[in-house]
């Protein structure tokens, strides 16, 4: 499966460029074992402004996060801002990442429009 060097993510073999927002760089056939995180979502929102803001409060709080658009197989161009996102963590810290994102939505700092995923 190919990486992104950059965010040390995996990628669905057949993909060649990184799909996070304005990465593009070129994937590679693997990484390092020990360079390997691995990511895990966490949360699910709607809006692009709501998962920026998300990842910026778990960055804040010291975790590794990032978001992606979901891809709908079956409707692939409903990729974008009509998608839902979803919070990516590393694995080990999702509880915690998972407690920061219900006290925001406690205290309003996001709105309660998503959800926490399974
Ligand atoms: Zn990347």
Same mark, same amino acid.
């Given at each position: /499966?190919? #990486?992104?060097?950059?965010?040390?993510?995996?990628?669905?073999?057949?993909? !060649?460029?990184?799909?996070?927002?304005?990465?593009?760089?070129?994937?590679?056939?693997?990484?390092?074992?020990?360079?390997?995180?691995? #990511?895990?979502?966490?949360?699910?929102?709607?809006?692009?402004?709501?998962?920026?803001?998300?990842? +910026?409060?778990?960055?804040?709080?010291?975790?590794? *996060?990032?978001?992606?658009?979901?891809?709908?197989?079956? #409707?692939? /161009? !409903?990729?974008?801002?009509?998608?839902?996102?979803?919070?990516?963590?590393?694995?080990?810290?999702?509880?915690?990442? *998972?407690?920061?994102?219900?006290?925001?939505? *406690?205290?309003?700092?996001? +709105?309660?429009?998503?959800?926490? !995923? *399974?």
């Amino acid at each position: /499966m190919p #990486f992104c060097p950059v965010h040390r993510i995996e990628f669905a073999e057949g993909v !060649t460029h990184c799909s996070e927002n304005g990465c593009n760089a070129e994937l590679v056939a693997e990484l390092p074992e020990e360079e390997v995180l691995e #990511f895990i979502d966490v949360y699910e929102c709607y809006e692009v402004a709501e998962a920026e803001l998300i990842v +910026s409060l778990l960055k804040d709080a010291g975790h590794e *996060a990032l978001y992606r658009d979901t891809i709908s197989h079956a #409707f692939p /161009m !409903t990729m974008g801002a009509h998608g839902a996102k979803r919070i990516l963590v590393v694995k080990n810290a999702r509880e915690e990442a *998972a407690k920061l994102i219900e006290q925001a939505r *406690a205290d309003e700092v996001i +709105s309660k429009e998503g959800h926490l !995923t *399974a």
